[in-house]
Structures are given as structure tokens and as C-alpha cells.
């Protein structure tokens, strides 16, 4: 078991270094595609557009936190503050991310008009260092984003074309209005001193520009909006953004973010900046009537000749004086209460309501719910950014909303009816005055109505001042709840694409893959026989031997090559049949076969008897694949007469055997061929042939005809004392195996063995073969074991040469 073990092992191990080495085999292949690869990898880097990412930082106060000290974080570490936190940065997040606030930010910036250079490769956009400026005509229909081509000609003309629509393709200009159906624009030089030299620029000569539209805008830069929080437990918020040109992209970061943050100073000053707007109104009309008042006062004084009062006057004056200012005091609280019902009843929320204060009513539980409400509808208004109306928060608020609503409503009732009683009673005080005032003479009585009109407006013109005046101190008092900690600097963006770095190791990664995949899926795939272990693992016949590749131009590698690997692997074949023939006297009959044309059964069987007609034995060839004759062109002999001939008693058993240039080595060829072969071969005089044959040679070669495709071999089997059957590396099927075995098992044919033909062992170098295969399957493949044993075996050929021989473009040299 043990052993078994190990066995296996082993074989993990060979497996493990074949692979290592058909790797090495291949290196050229690999280095070919880790350079296109790379090239292609510097291509990209050299010649995408740069994308950058910018950033701004934003701190967002959480004034929902009353708790403070060390208490706050003593509960904000037990979980009962940072729901609320988390939800506050939320909706804070929700407000930046709005159509509404990024379209705030976009129509303050210059994104209208989009300006870019053509270059030889790539395009790219020149924000604020476009040589030209167009501006378009509001009033009329433009097509947005398409593109308008311009080419700058000198320092008074340019070249339009449109090449979309109705197609355009004229000089014009710098300040000619150009005006169709979808446009109506104008193209100005922007530095007109400077153009010159930067018309001359390459970048600069061929460009074009697309009228932007803002809707399409807004939406492009709200997806490409990124806000994430530093911590789980801050509210600092980082805003990111990605684009082809920082400075863009910075200015629209800052600007997004001042928006933000006066858009909450915008809503804290907004109750303030409605009750200036009401007190504005009411100067407008106070004022007119103080000036119409005092002319009145003026006038009636000159006419009169009346310069003041009398004492009784001046003292009932300066009581009715006071009564119309308490009288006054007391209708504009009134009046305060009965908008506030109303505005109850009519509005919607409280983000525009006149604070109490302005109004010089100090009721704090009045101030208490009305900033009450006005807090939770800010609330809302955030929940309802992000949130469905089956939020809990958001229905909490509503509850919330709802009963402060219904406690100021009842509180108002309750305020309405005092204030009404206090008005009569004001009133009737004034009418007992104006009583006693009805006593005095006629112009004195006339002149009190007058001044106390005047007095009137005026007193209540300079409170109106006075209150404006308080509502600006708060306005300016007032600072934003949210600050930015750092601002967006085209300077620090960071460049994410191209990432030169992880291009370079990825295509190198690539470069080794690819050819790494070709290699398993064509292993993987490949149905063919590969090496010896192919053959062990899928029969049990024995193995005859192996034959290494053949790359001399003649077929009769033994007698022209006599040192070399190949002669050295047929003189073990030599050795090993007669291993295999051992105790057999008198001739030896080898048959040689194969299952398809192709596999060097030819090649074989006349190299095989080549090695024995050079031990000194007489050696007969007999070319026995009369249905296609090959045999007779290796040994450069005609196949006018042959076997064929014979059998069909046309020629005589001494015309049909001819000499060779080898020495002991004798050839019967083919022959005509004839349109019964099978039936031939059956005869009596082939069996009879072969019997003299045995008798005058010590060994004979059957050179027969594929066995799958014909039954000639099957039939020239009882003729051989054993049988050689070839298999072709990288050439025959595995499936060919199976059909041997069904041979073997059957017994069809007797002492059948196998011949691996065509061997090609690669190394370092390019290929060893034979030699190195029969004796390095055992120890790793050679390595260059016996270098330099055989004649062919030069000197190792260059770097260049055997890139290129890997690349086919060179023979590996004879």
C-alpha cells in the first residue's frame, strides 16, 4: 500500500515537472505575449483620459443633542443617542444629494457651454482655457448636446461645421451671429491680445463645443455624487466626486457645498427676513401717512398763527397721546392673533411665519410652541427627503405636529378674548378724552386732532424702525449650523484611471495566462498521444521501443546517418526483438503496420531493416501494401514488377527481388496494383513466397497497409513471427489504443508490440529526440544528457536562433 502511495506520488511529480518543462518548451510564446501585453497596457496608460477624484469635507452640527459633558457620552455609548445622530446626518446627506440643491449649485457655475480639444488620439475638455467664447442667444430654441466643430483659421476668422442635422460647413467671424433652426450663437476671442499665440497651439486648432442642458446636467452630477461619513460617530461628511478635469469638478464641490450651507443659513433667517418684508410694508404705508400729516400740521399752524397748545389742551393732548399709542399696541396684537389663527388654518407649515417677539408680544408659551412648530416642520421637511410616509420617525413627527398645532390653536382662543376686552376698555378711555377735548375752543380742538395724527404716525413709525432694526441684529447674529472643514483643490485631486501601476502587473498577468490557458486547454483537448505515459496508461501491450523525430531530408536515417539518435534508437529496436524472438531458429518474419496512413510505418520498416542488414544478416523488404505502394520511392527502385506480378504468375521469384545500395538488404516491391489484393495475398503462392524466402534470408520485413482501413494486414499475420504496430506522437488518437487492445485481446494478432514514432522531446533549446527520449523518460527528460554524444548534436544554437525557431521563421538546423 505503502508503495502504491508512493507510485503515485511520483507520478505527481513527473506529471509536475512534463508540465514545468512544455512550459519552458513555450517560453517564446510567452515572452511574445507579456510584450504585447505590456505594449498594450503603455498604450492605455499613455492615452486614456485621466479621471480624478476631489473631495470636500463638511461638519454637521447636531443641535438635537441637548446632553452634554460627560453624561452625553456616557448615553451616546450605550446606543441612545446615535440613532438620532445617524439620522440627522441622513437627512442632511438627503438635502445635499437633492435635484434641487445640485441644480442650485450648477446654474451658478459657467457648465452651459462645454469646450474640447481634438487632438491626434484623444479628445479632451478644456475648461476655462478655451481660446474662443460662445454665447448663445436665450431667447431662441439651441439643441443641446451637440457637437459644433470649429477650426480657427486667423485672428478674425474661424471655420463652423455641423456635421448633425442640418448640416453647416462655413467660415464666419469672431462676433457674426450665426443663426438657424437649432441655433443661434456668437464666437468671441476671449484674450484677444494672447490669441495668437494660443490659436498656434496643436491642441488648440480643431475644436469643439456642446450647449449643455442643465436638467441633463443636474442628473449626470447627482450620480456621480458620492457623500460617506468619516465615523460612525461624527458628523463629518466627506463629498467626492469623479471627473476628467479637477478644476471642474472642484469648483463644483465648492460651490454644492456654499449652497448647502446658505441654503440652512437661508432657512434659520427665513422667519426674520419675512417679518422685515411685513415691517418694510408698513413703513411704506406709516410714512405716508407721517408726511401727509405733518403738511397738514404745518400748514394749519401758518394759517392759525397757533404755534402750541394751552395748558388745559397741552395735558388732555398728552393723555389721548398715550391712550392712542396703548390703543395702537393693542390692535396690532390683535391683529397679530387673528393672522395667526388664520395662517393655522391656511398654511401648510411655519417656515415663513412673523415671530411674536417682532411684534412686541412676550407670551412665552406663545414663542415656546410657535419655535416648537417651526422646528418639527424643519424636521419633516428632512424625513420627507428620504423617507415614505409610513416612516416611524416621520409619523412621530406628524403626531408631534398635530397636537403642538392643537395646543397653540387653544392657547390663541384663549389670548384673542382678553385682548379684545383690553381695546374696548382703551376705547372708551379715549372717548371720555375726546369728550373734555370737545369743551376747548374750535381751533384748539382742531389743532389737537391734528398733532395727535402726527404723533400717532410718528410713534408708530419710529417702533416700526425700532423693531426692523432688531430683526437686521438677529439676521446678522445669526451664523450657519454647518461648516466646511476643508474645500475641494484641483491641486490634491487624486488620478484613479488610468492606474498605471495595476495595468503594468495585470498585463503582465495576462501576458502569462494567456499562453499558460492555450497550453492546458490544447493538453485538455488534445486527443492525440503526446508522450509514452499515454501509451502505458491506456494498454498493457508491451512496448517495443520509441523512435525520436526525423529531420534529415532522406527516409534511410540508418545507412545515411549511421551516428546518429535515430540509428542508435532502431539498433535497440534491433536489440529488443530479439529479446522478443528469443529461441527462435532460422529467419526471423517482423511484420510492421499501423492503423491509418501517416503514422511512419513505411519509414520504420525500412529503417528497422536497414539496421539489420547492417549486423551481416540478409535482410528482405517486402512492400505488401499493394494497394497503395510507397516502399519502392524510399529506396529510389521502380514498381513496374513486384509482389503483385508474382503472385499472378507474370514474373519469376528471382525477377521480383532486387538489390539495394545497403549491403544484406534486399526489397520486393509492391508492384502493379492490383484490383484484388486481398485475394492475392490469400493464394498459395504468397504462403509459398514467403516459405523460400525464409529459406534464402535470415530476415524479412513485412511492410503492410493500415489495418483500420483495410483487412491485408489482418490476413499477413500467420506470415510473422511478431507483429510491430507504430503509433505517431502528436499524431495518433488515443482511440486508436482501444483499437489495438481489441487486436490484442483477441487474439488476432500474435506477439504484438508497440513503436512510438516521431518523437519530440522539448528542453531549453527547442527539441531532443530518441536517445534522449528512451533513456530520459526515467530520469527527467535528458536535461542535455549525452549533448554532443551524437553527430547532429552542434553546439547550442543562439537566443535569436531559437527565438526563431520557436517562432517557425528558422529549420532547426540537421
Avoid at 432694526?469 to 466646511?484: F, L, R, T, W, Y
Avoid at 492546458?520 to 525520436?548: H, Q
Avoid at 513496374?640 to 525477377?655: H, M, R
Avoid at 516521431?758 to 549533448?787: A, L, M, S, T
Wanted: net charge neutral; proline share 3%.
Amino acid at each position: 500500500m505503502e508503495s502504491y502511495k508512493d507510485q503515485i506520488k511520483q507520478d505527481d511529480k513527473v506529471d509536475i515537472k512534463k508540465f514545468i518543462f512544455k512550459i519552458l518548451a513555450n517560453w517564446y510564446w510567452f515572452a511574445i505575449t507579456i510584450f504585447i501585453s505590456l505594449a498594450l497596457a503603455y498604450y492605455i496608460n499613455r492615452y486614456s483620459d485621466p479621471v480624478y477624484r476631489l473631495s470636500v469635507t463638511v461638519l454637521i452640527k447636531d443641535q438635537s443633542n441637548a446632553v452634554v459633558g460627560g453624561v452625553e457620552s456616557i448615553i451616546e455609548d450605550l446606543g441612545m443617542f446615535r440613532r438620532g445622530r445617524k439620522r440627522v446626518v441622513e437627512n442632511e446627506i438627503g438635502i445635499i444629494q437633492s435635484y434641487s440643491m445640485v441644480r442650485k449649485a450648477i446654474e451658478k457655475l459657467d457648465f452651459d457651454i462645454s469646450y474640447f480639444s481634438i487632438g491626434r488620439i484623444r479628445t479632451s475638455e478644456i475648461y476655462n482655457s478655451s481660446p474662443i467664447v460662445v454665447e448663445i442667444d436665450t431667447g431662441h430654441v439651441q439643441k443641446y448636446n451637440q457637437m459644433v466643430y470649429i477650426s480657427l483659421i486667423d485672428d478674425k476668422e474661424y471655420k463652423l461645421e455641423i456635421t448633425e442635422g442640418n448640416k453647416v460647413s462655413k467660415k464666419m467671424k469672431f462676433g457674426e451671429v450665426f443663426e438657424d433652426e437649432n441655433f443661434k450663437f456668437a464666437i468671441f476671442k476671449k484674450d484677444s491680445e494672447n490669441f495668437t499665440s494660443i490659436k498656434d497651439k496643436s491642441s488648440y486648432k480643431e475644436m469643439y463645443f456642446i450647449i449643455n442642458d442643465i436638467n441633463s446636467l443636474t442628473k449626470t452630477y447627482r450620480s456621480k455624487l458620492s457623500i460617506e461619513t468619516t465615523d460612525k460617530k461624527s458628523t463629518l461628511l466627506t463629498l467626492t466626486v469623479q471627473g476628467k478635469v479637477p478644476e471642474k469638478e472642484a469648483n463644483f464641490l465648492n460651490t454644492l457645498i456654499d449652497v448647502f450651507v446658505q441654503s440652512g443659513l437661508d432657512e434659520k433667517n427665513e422667519i426674520t427676513v419675512n417679518t422685515i418684508r411685513f415691517i418694510d410694508a408698513q413703513l411704506g404705508n406709516v410714512i405716508d401717512s407721517l408726511k401727509a400729516t405733518e403738511d397738514m400740521l404745518q400748514n394749519f399752524r401758518l394759517s392759525n398763527k397757533i404755534v402750541d397748545l394751552s395748558f388745559e389742551g397741552k395735558a388732555l393732548f398728552d393723555k389721548l397721546e398715550r391712550l392712542d399709542n396703548e390703543e395702537n399696541l393693542a390692535k396690532m396684537k390683535l391683529d397679530y392673533y387673528n393672522y395667526l389663527r388664520d395662517y393655522i388654518i391656511k398654511r401648510q407649515d411655519f417656515s415663513d411665519v412673523i415671530a411674536p417677539s417682532i411684534m412686541g408680544i412676550n407670551d412665552p408659551l406663545l414663542n415656546s410652541l410657535i419655535e416648537q412648530l417651526s422646528i418639527l416642520y424643519s424636521k419633516k421637511k428632512s424625513f420627507e427627503i428620504h423617507s415614505t410616509s409610513k416612516d416611524p420617525g416621520l409619523e412621530q413627527v406628524n403626531s408631534e405636529i398635530q397636537s403642538t398645532m392643537i395646543t397653540l390653536r387653544e392657547n390663541i382662543e384663549n389670548i384673542i378674548q382678553p385682548a379684545e376686552i383690553e381695546l374696548n376698555n382703551i376705547k372708551k378711555r379715549i372717548y371720555q378724552v375726546e369728550s373734555e377735548i370737545a369743551k376747548l375752543p374750535v381751533t384748539e380742538k382742531q389743532l389737537i386732532n391734528i398733532q395727535r395724527q402726527f404723533e400717532l404716525n410718528d410713534n408708530i413709525y419710529t417702533y416700526l424702525l425700532e423693531k426692523r432694526a432688531e430683526a437686521g441684529i438677529v439676521m446678522a447674529s445669526n451664523i450657519a449650523d454647518n461648516k466646511v472643514i476643508d474645500y475641494a483643490m484641483p491641486e490634491n485631486a487624486s488620478m484613479i484611471s488610468p492606474k498605471k501601476n495595476l495595468n503594468f502587473i495585470i498585463a503582465f498577468i495576462i501576458g502569462i495566462l494567456i499562453p499558460l490557458l492555450i497550453i492546458i486547454l490544447r493538453d485538455f483537448f488534445n486527443d492525440k498521444i503526446i508522450e509514452r505515459k499515454d501509451v502505458e496508461d491506456n494498454t498493457s501491450i508491451p512496448i517495443l521501443g520509441a523512435v525520436g523525430h526525423n529531420n534529415k531530408e532522406s527516409e534511410l536515417v540508418v545507412h545515411d546517418k549511421p551516428k546518429s539518435s535515430i540509428a542508435e534508437s532502431f539498433r535497440t529496436l534491433r536489440t529488443n526483438l530479439q529479446y522478443m524472438l528469443k529461441g527462435k531458429e532460422g529467419c526471423y518474419t517482423i511484420s510492421v503496420s499501423s492503423t491509418i496512413s501517416g503514422e511512419g510505418k513505411t519509414f520504420c520498416a525500412v529503417n528497422l531493416a536497414s539496421i539489420f542488414a547492417v549486423s551481416k544478416k540478409r535482410t528482405v523488404l517486402l512492400g505488401l501494401d499493394l494497394r497503395k505502394p510507397k516502399l519502392h520511392k524510399e529506396l529510389k527502385k521502380e514498381n513496374t514488377i513486384g509482389i503483385s506480378s508474382y503472385l499472378i504468375g507474370k514474373n519469376s521469384y528471382e525477377e521480383i527481388i532486387l538489390s539495394t545500395e545497403i549491403e544484406n538488404l534486399y526489397f520486393l516491391p509492391s508492384g502493379p496494383i492490383p484490383p484484388n489484393p486481398a485475394e492475392l495475398i490469400e493464394t498459395e503462392q504468397m504462403f509459398g513466397l514467403i516459405e523460400r524466402l525464409k529459406q534464402d534470408f535470415d530476415c524479412i520485413i513485412l511492410d503492410t497497409p493500415p489495418v483500420a482501413l483495410v483487412t491485408d494486414a489482418l490476413l499477413l499475420n500467420k506470415y510473422a513471427d511478431t507483429n510491430i504496430f507504430v503509433v505517431r506522437q502528436n499524431y495518433s488518437s488515443k482511440s486508436v489504443l482501444k483499437f489495438v487492445n481489441d487486436l490484442f485481446e483477441e487474439k488476432n494478432i500474435k506477439n504484438l508490440c508497440l513503436l512510438i514514432n516521431d518523437i519530440k522531446v522539448p528542453n531549453y533549446y527547442g527539441y531532443r529526440q530518441g536517445y534522449g527520449y528512451r533513456y530520459g523518460y526515467g530520469y527527467g527528460y535528458g536535461y542535455g544528457y549525452g549533448y554532443g554524444y551524437y553527430e547532429e548534436d552542434d553546439k547550442a544554437p543562439s537566443l535569436l536562433a531559437r527565438l526563431l525557431i520557436g517562432l517557425r521563421l528558422k529549420k532547426k538546423s540537421s
